[in-house]
């Protein structure tokens, strides 16, 4: 089991450890989730986030390497830009998603823990054939996540670079708090906010230094499931949920992000099919119409048949209500459907709604 | 082991309900422990009015951010009332476990049962263990 270098930290504050991808990570502190999440959409949250992991792509043929292995077209990207992408295989099912930030001449990935060695494996095994190389640099690599309506100014206080200049999926090289920061405008909460990559050494200092900055404005640190309520309203999916290598970007409803019209990458031709001929099944939004909390692997009926599935579920703390993203049938998933999600044994009227359930700051 | 909060005046079940006696009826929640570890309640699920239990069956549902357990019935008898205010305000459960977020009421077809639950050391004795 892996430990962050904040494990001692996180355990002095009270926060309770769990096994999340191969790591001890806080799942809450003392505050509880809710408060967690309430920070986070009303002031700031800080997130030890260094289970993700992050690849170096540099060499000559970078771009076209990742043109080949990204379902993004990374062409778009301006010098300092990060963008949300998928890789797939080649039946169009996905290896993980991640965020790509152009940096200089070279490209950093972000991924998903759980996903670390099989997509340095993948990626490596792509990399065949392209004057390139892929370098894994998690454990050098520190990120924390400062998120919410306040973390702007909180972090202002603390670095060198003025962060209004500073646009939605950029990143901007800078010292905060004297240590040479990468600070990119990203997140995975539906809140304005930062993730901070710095070496590793410097972890207990930053997290010291942002947790102190922020204190009179109501900053909290968050743990895991704050983290999972966060995204799970502004709808983003998470790998192992949502995506996983038996599902693809088209059903799970995140076409916008497969560019087909860049020229061939991996997965193109199915995605292509399934974007033709329709897929089977789609993922939506479901909104409890009988009282009941909708949770992973929940089946979802209609007519009485088990027809789906809940992929994440729960009490939704800004919206208070019961929601859950779920897999129906493509016939089904039509905004306004009344499903039923067996729960306890008993089956629980459902309604199709609208998603995001709540549609992040940076997008209205 | 730290601030749970236990009181003496009731008995416990090793699945960390509680039960109150006054006369043949007992009210059930469940310990401060028991809050404390499921941490921010947010729904709960109660049983008929009116439903026969037996001792030890799953009868309520107490559902966390992250997580649903069941509440075992301590005691055998009769549901006669439940807390009805409960499943709107599921926050009382964390902050007032012992009163406020109590579940249900029962009446005792075997009070010499209620003999049989654990008294607040042995119950802080479990409690110990688990927290190991």
């Not at chain 1, 992050?54 to 993004?72: K, N, Y």
């Not at chain 1, 070279?106 to 993948?122: E, G, I, Q, T």
């Not at chain 1, 409890?288 to 789906?308: A, Q, S």
Request: aromatic share 10%.
């Amino acid at each position: 089991m892996n430990k962050t270098r904040l494990y001692e930290k996180h355990v002095a504050m009270g926060g309770r450890m769990i096994e999340f991808a191969g790591w001890l990570l806080p799942v809450q502190y003392p505050t509880g989730p809710i408060a967690e999440h309430h920070a986070v959409r009303t002031a700031a949250g800080l997130f030890d986030i260094d289970h993700m992991g992050q690849f170096m792509v540099h060499g000559p043929d970078a771009l076209p390497f990742l043109q080949r292995v990204m379902t993004w077209d990374i062409a778009t990207l301006e010098p300092d830009d990060a963008h949300y992408s998928l890789m797939c295989y080649d039946d169009g099912t996905v290896v993980d998603d991640v965020f790509v930030y152009r940096r200089d001449g070279d490209y950093m990935v972000v991924v998903n823990a759980a996903n670390r060695k099989k997509d340095l494996r993948w990626m490596v095994q792509q990399a065949k054939g392209f004057d390139v190389q892929v370098t894994d640099v998690s454990d050098e690599t520190y990120m924390l996540a400062l998120q919410g309506p306040k973390a702007e100014e909180i972090l202002q206080r603390v670095t060198d670079v003025d962060l209004s200049q500073v646009k939605r999926f950029s990143a901007v090289a800078a010292r905060v708090g004297g240590i040479l920061t990468l600070i990119g405008r990203t997140g995975y909460t539906g809140e304005d906010g930062f993730e901070l990559f710095f070496s590793a050494d410097e972890a207990e200092h930053m997290w010291d230094l942002l947790l102190e900055t922020g204190k009179e404005d109501g900053l909290l640190p968050c743990g895991l499931a704050a983290r999972d309520s966060l995204r799970f309203e502004a709808c983003f999916p998470l790998y192992g949920h949502e995506i996983h290598a038996e599902i693809d970007p088209i059903s799970a409803r995140l076409g916008y992000f497969v560019r087909t019209e860049k020229g061939p990458f991996l997965g193109r031709n199915a995605l292509l099919k399934i974007r033709l001929e329709g897929p089977k099944q789609k993922l939506v939004g479901l909104e409890m119409l009988d009282r009941g909390v909708p949770r992973e692997g929940y089946p979802v009926l209609i007519g009485g048949e088990e027809r789906g599935h809940v992929t994440t579920g729960m009490k939704s703390p800004t919206l208070n209500k019961f929601l859950a993203l779920a897999y129906v049938p493509t016939e089904y998933s039509k905004i306004g459907t009344e499903v039923e999600v067996l729960i306890h044994g008993k089956p629980k009227k459902a309604v199709v709604v609208k998603t995001p359930f709540y549609v992040p700051v940076y997008r209205r | 082991m730290s601030d749970y909060v236990f009181m003496d005046d009731r008995r416990y079940a090793r699945s960390h309900e509680w039960a109150k006696v006054e006369g043949d009826i007992a009210t059930v929640g469940i310990s401060d422990y028991a809050q404390h570890s499921l941490s921010d309640v947010v729904y709960v699920e109660l049983p008929e009015v009116g439903a026969t239990v037996e001792k030890g069956e799953a009868v309520a549902v107490v559902e966390s951010v992250k997580a649903a357990e069941d509440v075992y019935a301590p005691l055998s008898g009769e549901i006669v009332e439940v807390n009805e205010e409960l499943p709107d305000n599921p926050e009382w459960v964390n902050e007032d476990p012992y009163g406020k977020g109590w579940f249900f009421k029962i009446k005792m077809s075997n009070p010499a049962e209620y003999d049989e639950l654990l008294d607040v050391e042995a119950y802080k004795k479990v409690v110990a263990e688990e927290e190991g």
